[in-house]
């Protein structure tokens, strides 16, 4: 297996639309259970902008298979939290998108 190319350097409008959803998701743990659904949606519409612009990348810019994969990963968790509003692993999944996000805005 080979190693993952370093990805290209963002515009600032990109990492900060990954900050805003970082912002979003961390509010979002601190939600009660009952309160996670009305931000969840706002969560979902973010990491969909995020997805656009990303697919507007030139597909031959290192990284961009890396990080496209990366963004499903954090969609995959995001399913799971809205499966798991009320439960235990909400915490740990949002954990787990912040730190996608993360390596996505650092192109890391």
């Given at each position: 297996?080979?190693?993952?190319?370093?990805?290209?350097?963002h515009?600032?409008e990109?990492?900060?639309?990954?900050?805003?959803?970082?912002?979003?998701?961390?509010?979002?743990?601190?939600?009660?259970?009952?309160?996670?659904?009305?931000?969840?949606?706002?969560?979902?519409?973010?990491?969909?902008?995020?997805?656009?612009q990303?697919?507007?990348?030139?597909?031959?810019?290192?990284?961009?298979?890396?990080?496209?994969?990366?963004?499903?990963?954090?969609?995959?968790?995001?399913?799971?939290?809205?499966?798991?509003?009320?439960?235990?692993?909400?915490?740990?999944?949002?954990?787990?998108?912040?730190?996608?996000?993360?390596?996505?805005?650092?192109?890391?």
């Amino acid at each position: 297996m080979t190693d993952p190319m370093p990805a290209a350097a963002h515009p600032p409008e990109f990492v900060r639309l990954c900050q805003q959803a970082i912002g979003a998701l961390e509010a979002l743990k601190a939600d009660p259970p009952m309160d996670r659904g009305k931000r969840l949606l706002t969560i979902r519409a973010l990491l969909a902008d995020i997805g656009l612009q990303m697919a507007e990348l030139d597909l031959r810019t290192p990284g961009f298979a890396d990080e496209q994969g990366t963004l499903v990963d954090a969609a995959s968790a995001l399913q799971a939290i809205d499966l798991d509003r009320g439960g235990p692993n909400v915490p740990r999944f949002v954990d787990r998108i912040i730190d996608d996000l993360r390596r996505i805005a650092t192109g890391a």
